[in-house]
């Protein structure tokens, strides 16, 4: 009787097991299955188990839960649902301005550029059409002065060093020196802006013999030519041809 009495015993509990643990199938999105424990029906939906995005800056890691089941003697079967801890990584995506290339190399050269193939049509008009109306009115036009010396203002301020004051007066009596100066141009900016200051200075020393040439009626395209590389030379030439015309 007593071995009956435990068979039977293990025998409901086996059929009590079976019935508190349903068959767990694969999670998907929507509901599962019911459990019924002490007359209380819970219905569990499953979320995705993990999930990775971007959204406006925001990488989300590890979304989801985890089910867990549990028996006991006393309570029975239960389920225990434990939210996974949600990440947040915050993405900092300013916008930032990268103003380097407004004082890098390549600008620079453009500026370098830009000045040396803007003087070349008025040189081109003063010595191929010396008396056209169009030259005498771009000779007479401040435009190119303007424009050369917003470009020289530019790259000064691009090449002031801290040290440039010192540099340009090193002697004791304030005054440059070779070494100094040397020094200072060893900056490819400062080189670009004293071949601007140059392209102002020998297209002004240009107009100048050009329009003195016209009026006295001497000839200036040698003259003029000689200035845009060789400025001094060129006003040289100016003086000796108006002296060679006035003596002859």
């Known amino acids: 009787m007593v071995v009956a009495g435990i068979f039977i015993f293990a025998h409901s509990m086996a059929i009590s097991s079976c019935l508190c643990h349903p068959l767990v199938l694969p999670l998907k999105d929507k509901p599962i299955g019911t459990w019924g424990n002490v007359g209380v029906d819970q219905r569990l939906t499953s979320a995705p188990r993990s999930m990775n995005a971007e959204t406006f800056g925001r990488q989300i890691t590890g979304v989801g839960t985890d089910l867990q089941s549990e028996w006991s003697f006393l309570g029975g079967s239960r389920v225990i649902i434990r939210p996974q801890v949600t990440k947040f990584i915050r993405h900092q995506k300013g916008f930032h301005i990268h103003a380097s290339w407004l004082s890098g190399p390549q600008l620079v050269s453009t500026v370098f550029t830009l000045g040396t193939a803007g003087v070349l049509p008025f040189y081109t008009l003063m010595v191929f059409a010396p008396k056209a109306e169009l030259t005498k009115k771009s000779m007479e036009s401040s435009i190119p002065y303007v424009v050369l010396g917003v470009l020289y203002a530019y790259l000064l301020y691009l090449s002031w060093t801290p040290d440039t004051l010192r540099l340009m007066f090193a002697s004791k009596y304030w005054l440059p020196e070779l070494p100094g100066i040397a020094k200072m141009f ?47 030379i060129g006003i040289l030439t100016h003086v000796i041809t108006k002296a060679l015309t006035k003596s002859s």
Do not use: K, M, Y
């Open 186 to 232: 060893s900056s490819e900016i400062t080189l670009a802006s004293a071949w601007i200051h140059l392209l102002a200075v020998d297209l002004f020393a240009a107009r100048h013999v050009f329009q003195d040439g016209l009026q006295n009626q001497i000839e200036t395209r040698h003259s003029v030519s000689l200035c845009l590389l060789f400025c001094p």
